[in-house]
């Protein structure tokens, strides 16, 4: 898919395109170029990363830090340490007004002769939404890899400062030398996206705390400030046994944000037995129950579904699908 015959405008260096490319930024001098769609390069920031050396600092560090690896310490190896700079929009956008929503709750008196009685009662709100929310959201087609989701939830809590791609001098470039994958969204994409992702952020919020939405009225205004985020990622790869797991750090501060990981044999073998117990306690329950109306056999099913959903759930950690092309809110 790749297309010949751009250079960059800088210093006249090949660069690699593809037909969904808005900007290419030159590997060997760090010049943005415009390739199509709107965008100004003015508005391409870069957060500085730590080196390879740092990032494997940090990969050890995480390992003395966790009871389980740290025993498996010796028996680890690292294969590769890979580092990227991946492009975001960021921007800020304006929602305002009127959510209503029902909140079911338990209320319990307790009468005269000291016995407590509980019902459900229905509340209902009115809320007045109006506020500015930061979105940020990938620049690419395609999410390619793990991580990114995770990345995003750590830039939005640390906030690095960018600094302005176009003011980058010759020396700071060079310290750099990590690919930086093309951005593939244009400002006016990016800033569609927003202004829809904008409302569901805010219904995401009512849904997880209401039991019923009454009423969602609320609308979004141009984004304001949009601009480019090229931020760094570090993946590290190490083997244990014949397997390969990795790890994901953000290069500004080597925060490890990802991970699968090896899990050792007996904790497996821990869960499992979990995950067996729970549908044995479940199917006791079960079969309890055809044969007498205790209140006991329901609670016995539910424990058991729970027990077993439980450890089920740690035997399959993981295992993650990400989304691509869609914006995150991030905490304020
Ligand atoms: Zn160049």
Known sequence: ???????????????????????????????????????????????????????????????????????????????????????????????????????????????????????????????????????????????????????????????????????????????IKLEILNTEMDEAQAKSIMHEDAIDVIRDRYSSKADRIDRFDVRADEPQNAHLVLLPMWTVYYKFENSIFHVVFAGWDGKDVMATEPMAAWRRAQYLAGTLLGILVGGAGVAYTAGSGWVLPAFSILIGTGISAYFGRLVLEGQRIERSGTFFGMRG
């Open 1 to 175: 898919m790749e297309e010949v015959g751009f250079k960059c405008e800088r210093c006249g260096a090949p660069l690699e395109v593809s037909p969904e490319t808005i900007i290419a930024i030159c590997p060997y001098c760090g010049f943005p170029n415009h390739i199509s769609g709107s965008m100004e390069t003015e508005k391409v920031y870069i957060v500085p990363t730590l080196d390879k050396n740092a990032v494997a600092k940090a990969f050890w560090d995480r390992v003395e830090r966790d009871f389980d690896l740290r025993r498996m310490k010796e028996k680890l190896d690292i294969v590769d340490i890979e580092g990227h700079y991946a492009p975001y929009w960021v921007g800020t956008v304006h929602v305002e007004g009127i959510v209503e929503y029902t909140v079911r709750e338990e209320e319990c008196h307790t009468d005269s002769k000291g016995n407590t009685h509980c019902h459900t009662v229905e509340r209902h709100y009115r809320d007045r939404v109006n506020e500015n929310l930061d979105l940020i959201g990938s620049a690419r087609r395609q999410v390619k890899s793990l991580g990114v989701e995770d990345l995003i939830r750590h830039y939005s809590k640390t906030k690095p400062r960018g600094k302005k791609l176009l003011e980058l001098d010759e020396d700071e470039w060079g310290r």
